[in-house]
């Protein structure tokens, strides 16, 4: 089976040091991916390659079986992967529907429309519903800068997911988001996602969220990909607890955790 | 079949054609140079909308003025919609190639790059003798195929031609407010990373936007050329960008109506300030600007919304 996304010895340096080297993934549709790693370990300069952000120093990144090196964000996103962002990109002196709006008319065409008007019955009931998926519908009417960074975050997935991508890449959901409510917040977004049946990649670090909601894992330490494999063996493994955890983990407790 | 605001708008235009028949000239002419000005504005309302504020639009109603300039001496034509056209295609196509370059940068570089390519047609038209040097050349009055009614003592056409103009592209501007592309502009100013990723290029989007805004700039210079009937290089001095930047933060950008009607608040502001201070009327513009950046920081337009909300509560 062709990978959805994969990349081929893709490294990325600035002058002498090296942010991701000998990075070898390969990602199948619908796969529900973690990433974790210290900071400074290369998971952004990941996520960032993939997407176009930025340009890897050497390697591939295949996406469908195409190489999409040089591609800008907006190419990238065309072809059908999309992310969201540690902290949140949006339209923060709009309303959540008016940047849902344009997220949709902009997803609909490269070429915008001059004079046919944004705000349609049909894009309404569209960003309406799509609201209702990420649970934050009640906040349709609010000023996006007034929001919490909870449902700031949702918001920003949601606009990643309006374009319907075979690939979303979640740059930390539940950074900046209170303890209590990240279980809540990555429930909501599995959930959203399934629908799709789009593949997910994850950066996250808190271990509980990784245990339940990833299948797979990726630890990333210095820069190259220490582990990969399912998420529990890689979770148990001895150089990732101590390089890129930093302590023991209770394995009995986590597992606990992810089958609550 | 027009909707009810339309047809309101409709009215109102041919009542102030009509209203130019009875009108004093010198007023019906501080009205057309302020719609020639208000439509300069308008453009750069639609930059403004997208985060970008130029300092040199003055290179376009430069541009505009002595394409009708030199298209009716050398050609020997008063056609007001040929001149018009002629006026339109100098923008269009000087915008074409300054925006490649102007689309990359935003902010201060950006304000910078639109001020030097002005002031750079200000150092050329000041050297070209053809052109009439610092002192520039007197423009013929327009005729539409040989229509040139006098009112008052004055040409009245110049004047209906910036009314229709006026509502025309205040119009489109404000259907194109609305749509998926003006609705970008607002996008890009909050955030140029995420309209990436939602798969359209910035950079395009600025450069029609830019394209936009010095046709509809070079518009505003013709209208100014054909009713005063001379044109100098002044008008690509940077001073005269600066006017259009006063007017657009006096007016606010919050609607099409606000810079055309800003405009011509500020030829009746300095007209009033010359007649009471002719040495200082400077300070006077200056005062009124700091009281509405103080008091209305979005503009004068904002006012309609703090009246319409007094209202309701």
């Known amino acids: 089976?062709?990978?959805?996304?994969?990349?081929?010895?893709?490294?990325?340096?600035?002058?002498?040091?090296?942010?991701?080297?000998?990075?070898?993934?390969?990602?199948?549709?619908?796969?529900?991916?973690?990433?974790?790693?210290?900071?400074?370990?290369?998971?952004?300069?990941?996520?960032?390659?993939?997407?176009?952000?930025?340009?890897?120093?050497?390697?591939?990144?295949?996406?469908?079986?195409?190489?999409?090196?040089?591609?800008?964000?907006?190419?990238?996103?065309?072809?059908?992967?999309?992310?969201?962002?540690?902290?949140?990109?949006?339209?923060?002196?709009?309303?959540?529907?008016?940047?849902?709006?344009?997220?949709?008319?902009?997803?609909?065409?490269?070429?915008?429309?001059?004079?046919?008007?944004?705000?349609?019955?049909?894009?309404?009931?569209?960003?309406?519903?799509?609201?209702?998926?990420?649970?934050?519908?009640?906040?349709?009417?609010?000023?996006?800068?007034?929001?919490?960074?909870?449902?700031?975050?949702?918001?920003?997935?949601?606009?990643?997911?309006?374009?319907?991508?075979?690939?979303?890449?979640?740059?930390?959901?539940?950074?900046?988001?209170?303890?209590?409510?990240?279980?809540?917040?990555?429930?909501?977004?599995?959930?959203?996602?399934?629908?799709?049946?789009?593949?997910?990649?994850f950066v996250e670090h808190d271990m509980d969220v990784i245990a339940r909601y990833s299948t797979r894992l990726l630890a990333f330490y210095d820069g190259r990909i220490l582990a990969d494999g399912p998420t529990k063996e890689v979770l148990r493994d001895e150089n990732v607890q101590t390089l890129v955890i930093g302590h023991h983990l209770d394995m009995d407790e986590l597992e606990g955790t992810a089958n609550a | 079949m027009l909707n009810k605001n339309s047809l309101i708008l409709l009215v109102l235009a041919v009542a102030l054609i009509l209203i130019g028949l009875v009108m004093p000239y010198w007023f019906s002419f501080l009205v057309t140079v302020a719609l020639g000005k208000g439509l300069v504005v308008l453009g750069l309302v639609i930059l403004m909308r997208a985060g970008l504020v130029s300092f040199g639009q003055g290179l376009y109603y430069c541009a505009g003025a002595y394409a009708v300039g030199a298209f009716s001496h050398f050609v020997e034509t008063d056609n007001v919609i040929l001149l018009l056209a002629v006026a339109m295609l100098a923008g269009l196509v000087i915008s074409s190639v300054v925006g490649l370059l102007l689309s990359r940068y935003r902010d201060i570089f950006f304000a910078m790059f639109s001020m030097a390519f002005s002031m750079i047609l200000y150092g050329v038209l000041v050297k070209s003798a053809e052109l009439g040097s610092s002192d520039g050349f007197n423009v013929t009055s327009p005729s539409l195929f040989g229509f040139a009614p006098e009112v008052n003592g004055g040409s009245i056409l110049s004047y209906w031609v910036a009314i229709i103009l006026a509502f025309v592209f205040g119009a489109i501007i404000w259907r194109y407010f609305k749509s998926p592309m003006g609705v970008a502009g607002e996008a890009i100013r909050e955030n140029e990373i995420r309209v990436e990723y939602l798969g359209v290029s910035v950079q395009k989007v600025i450069y029609i936007k830019y394209i936009m805004a010095a046709v509809l700039a070079s518009t505003g210079g013709a209208i100014t050329a054909m009713t005063v009937g001379h044109i100098d290089p002044e008008m690509a001095y940077w001073t005269t960008s600066g006017e259009f930047v006063f007017i657009a933060l006096m007016a606010g950008t919050g609607h099409v109506a606000a810079p055309l009607l800003g405009a011509v608040i500020f030829e009746l502001l300095r007209s009033f300030a010359f007649q009471v201070s002719p040495y200082t009327w400077q300070m006077i513009l200056g005062i009124t600007l700091l009281a509405i950046i103080i008091f209305l920081p979005k503009g004068l337009w904002s006012l309609k919304d703090k009246l319409m909300k007094g209202a309701k509560s």
């Open chain 1, 1 to 201: 089976m062709t990978a959805l996304l994969e990349t081929r010895d893709l490294a990325k340096s600035f002058g002498a040091v090296t942010a991701a080297a000998d990075i070898n993934v390969k990602i199948n549709a619908g796969e529900i991916v973690g990433v974790i790693g210290s900071n400074g370990a290369g998971k952004t300069t990941f996520i960032n390659m993939v997407t176009g952000y930025m340009k890897p120093t050497s390697g591939d990144i295949l996406f469908d079986g195409k190489n999409i090196i040089g591609r800008k964000p907006r190419e990238v996103m065309r072809k059908g992967m999309c992310r969201s962002f540690q902290v949140a990109q949006l339209f923060p002196e709009l309303t959540v529907l008016e940047n849902i709006l344009i997220a949709q008319a902009m997803a609909e065409s490269k070429t915008l429309s001059f004079f046919s008007a944004l705000h349609t019955n049909k894009r309404e009931q569209n960003a309406r519903a799509l609201l209702d998926d990420y649970e934050i519908l009640e906040y349709v009417d609010e000023v996006v800068s007034t929001l919490p960074q909870g449902v700031r975050k949702l918001l920003d997935i949601a606009m990643a997911m309006i374009s319907q991508p075979k690939v979303l890449l979640l740059d930390e959901p539940t950074s900046g988001v209170a303890i209590e409510d990240k279980f809540d917040l990555m429930t909501t977004v599995m959930a959203a996602v399934k629908k799709s049946g789009a593949a997910v990649l």
